[in-house]
């Protein structure tokens, strides 16, 4: 290979932003990507996702060495880019479920959406360790528990690569953001940005026994279920820029742990090292970085590595390793077998989106709620009660139930995707043709009703632009509460948040309340528990603050006073009776 098909190899550009599409194979380009509002210019179907893939697989193989395309996507919680496709919990969500086969299976079936539309590499799953709910990534980790953590980031990689990773059903899987990026300090968070981030690609300050106690368990399981990628971190560990930390990036993951996969940059992170982008690259390359996420930027990537090589202050040697980690993860991918087309498998289209898929997804919905109060066995509600009053923001809204990374990069409101299932249509689906169902968003009109279910909490936000000071619950939802319980009704709140929020003085008015997270596009999931059908099971992933002041707050804290106490959470036994269980946060297996 010559130097510039090398360096190409090493470099990642964004799928729109290409300055002319024959840069793919005349620059020799190892991967592109689509960002998390990056669609395909003809519209974001099904077809038009797999036909953008194919065009762009098909142009890298008129390059002198004809070697595919890695194509990288975010689908975090599912193949959440694309119409149409089954949306899970995200990571928060499936944290309390606690159930590692399920989440293996989530991250399968995610796996061949992903691969319905040709696509190849997934940025997922994500391993933080998020340790202040104030941070606007908290839904993205499984839990503030590293043992936790661990347990489900292994089965999450197992379950994307197909425990192997020529299975062409599955899809190369990026543990990320490597390392601590859920322990950055308040007000730390990265000021050049559009909005200030409080805590987002900030600064982690522990000693590395603590790092390395907290932050890294993930990586070490990832690593051991054959992870081959691994994305590094915006943040910095004590000042310093992760992606320019040689006894990161290089010491510890590849010399110590061994990891033989790739690292990638994350979005434009490079050049957050330095002002001089020469000299970032310079940094990061040396570090141990092997591919460079350069969206934008691409073409001055490529020139200045070369230039950088010529110069010698970048080794060839460092140039071949990063390579052959690449091209290492394509040859065990297949996609270097001449016998195997690197083009979509277009059959997989019969089961996108399918009934089989979203089955599952529900089961994930139903195994993540979390029961934390039911007063007078409020739960599991009967089918047969002559009226519900149903109210709140997210009682009817498929956008605010999947939250950020849908279909666009932040998310947003209202009927975003076709196939899912709202909690207010999964009321009127499960109950009794006698019963009748009102619904007022802001709770009016709720007299004479049986019971009132009330859906409060988050709108859609992605990294950054979720960070908040303030996690209290709007003046708009508290009022939708008080509106039922001023006429009189059994109030049930059901939560969707990216993260516990602070609702210690209103829980006195209410009956039933139950954390439901981010649930995604199956709502039936979240009625499968409030009208009995299932058991709960889910155990708080995170441990619930009393207030503000009490942030951050973690399991093992030496002053542990929370709301609900991590692994806490209720189920019904008999007819409606509730008992609290709790986990055992060393092993994660459930007890009484």
């Known amino acids: 290979m010559t130097l510039e098909e090398k360096i190409g190899q090493m470099t990642q550009a964004e799928q729109n932003a290409l300055v002319e599409v024959s840069d793919i194979q005349n620059l020799f380009l190892g991967s592109l990507l689509s960002g998390g509002s990056s669609d395909p210019k003809a519209g974001n179907s099904l077809e038009a996702w797999t036909d953008m893939y194919d065009g762009y697989q098909q142009r890298a193989m008129k390059s002198r060495l004809g070697i595919p395309l890695l194509f990288g996507i975010d689908a975090v919680h599912g193949h959440n880019n694309v119409l149409g496709a089954v949306i899970f919990p995200h990571n928060i969500g499936l944290g309390c479920t606690r159930n590692s086969a399920l989440v293996e299976s989530a991250a399968r079936l995610t796996a061949e959406e992903v691969r319905a539309t040709g696509i190849n590499w997934t940025f997922a799953p994500c391993v933080t360790v998020p340790r202040d709910e104030r941070w606007g990534r908290t839904y993205e980790g499984f839990s503030e528990s590293p043992e936790l953590v661990a347990h489900l980031a292994e089965a999450a990689v197992r379950g994307f690569q197909q425990n192997d990773l020529i299975n062409p059903v599955g899809v190369l899987a990026c543990a990320k953001h490597f390392v601590g990026d859920g322990g950055t300090t308040m007000g730390t968070g990265n000021p050049n940005r559009e909005k200030k981030r409080l805590l987002d690609q900030g600064d982690t300050r522990l000693s590395e026994a603590e790092l390395r106690r907290i932050h890294l368990p993930g990586y070490l399981s990832a690593i051991k279920a054959g992870v081959g990628s691994i994305m590094v971190s915006y943040s910095s560990w004590n000042g310093v820029k992760v992606s320019g930390s040689k006894r990161l990036l290089t010491e510890i993951l590849k010399q110590e742990l061994g990891f033989e996969g790739f690292l990638i940059s994350d979005y434009r992170a490079i050049g957050q090292i330095t002002e001089d982008f020469k000299q970032a690259i310079e940094i990061s390359i040396n570090a141990g970085m092997d591919m460079a996420m350069e969206p934008t930027d691409y073409r001055r990537f490529i020139k200045f590595l070369i230039e950088l090589v010529n110069e010698g202050r970048v080794p060839m040697a460092r140039i071949d390793d990063a390579v052959t980690r690449i091209l290492r993860v394509k040859f065990a991918m297949g996609l270097m077998d001449k016998r195997r087309s690197p083009l979509a498998d277009r059959?997989?289209?019969?089961?996108?989106?399918?009934?089989?898929?979203?089955?599952?997804?529900?089961?994930?919905?139903?195994?993540?709620?979390?029961?934390?109060?039911?007063?007078?066995?409020?739960?599991?509600?009967?089918?047969?009660?002559?009226?519900?009053?149903?109210?709140?923001?997210?009682?009817?809204?498929?956008?605010?139930?999947?939250?950020?990374?849908?279909?666009?990069?932040?998310?947003?409101s209202g009927d975003l995707t076709p196939g899912g299932t709202t909690i207010l249509q999964a009321i009127q689906q499960t109950v009794s043709v006698a019963t009748k169902i009102t619904f007022a968003k802001d709770g009016s009109g709720a007299s004479g009703a049986d019971v009132g279910i009330v859906v409060i909490g988050e709108t859609p936000y992605a990294e950054g632009r979720g960070d908040r000071e303030d996690l209290s619950l709007s003046t708009e939802d508290l009022q939708a509460i008080t509106n039922i319980k001023q006429a009189g009704v059994p109030v049930v709140v059901i939560l969707i948040s990216g993260r516990p929020l602070i609702i210690d003085e209103a829980l006195t008015q209410w009956d039933a309340f139950v954390a439901a997270w981010l649930p995604g596009t199956e709502g039936a999931g979240v009625t499968d528990i409030l009208f009995g059908d299932y058991q709960p099971t889910g155990r708080l992933s995170f441990s619930w603050p009393r207030s503000m002041a009490q942030i951050p707050i973690n399991v093992g804290d030496a002053h542990y006073d929370p709301l609900f106490e991590f692994g806490f959470g209720l189920t019904f036994q008999g007819k409606g009776f509730s008992k609290g269980r709790r986990v055992n946060t060393r092993s994660g297996s459930d007890e009484i």
């Open 347 to 412: 059959r997989l289209h019969k089961t996108f989106g399918s009934a089989r898929h979203r089955k599952v997804a529900r089961a994930c919905v139903r195994q993540s709620l979390v029961v934390l109060k039911n007063d007078k066995r409020t739960l599991p509600i009967s089918k047969k009660v002559n009226r519900i009053h149903v109210a709140g923001q997210n009682a009817d809204d498929l956008g605010n139930q999947c939250g950020g990374w849908t279909i666009d990069w932040q998310g947003k």
